[in-house]
Nanobody, 114 residues
């Protein structure tokens, strides 16, 4: 099973973008889901996470601007990004924590122009 992330692209500062992440097959017993990002020359960092019960947490840098959500029926994870800033430019990765292993998406590039 692979995770397919999509929705990246070029957006102007102040704009919005929604990322999606869907598995190519069935993943049983998902414990948590998350979005990470990695900017050029930087380490990968957690942007937003959600446990199976729905409780979410966010990096301080995106609180109030980003929203993580899930469509349980489709097993699809979303990241709504509003009021984007140039410092949000990065490759965004989704991650699902399963019972036996963790799954990572291939990454989708978001570029925010000033």
């Amino acid at each position: 099973v692979q995770l397919q992330a999509s929705g990246g692209g070029l957006v102007q500062a102040g704009g919005s973008r929604r990322l999606s992440c869907a598995p190519s097959g069935i993943i049983l017993g998902i414990k948590a889901m998350a979005w990470y990002r990695q900017a050029p020359g930087e380490q990968r960092e957690l942007v937003a996470g959600m446990v199976a019960g729905g409780l979410a947490n966010y990096a301080d840098s995106v609180k109030g601007r980003f929203t993580i959500s899930r469509d349980a029926a489709k097993n699809t994870l979303y990241l709504q990004m509003n009021n984007l800033k140039p410092e949000d430019t990065a490759v965004y990765y989704c991650k699902f924590d399963g019972i036996w292993q963790d799954y990572w998406g291939q990454g989708t590039l978001v570029t925010v122009s000033s």
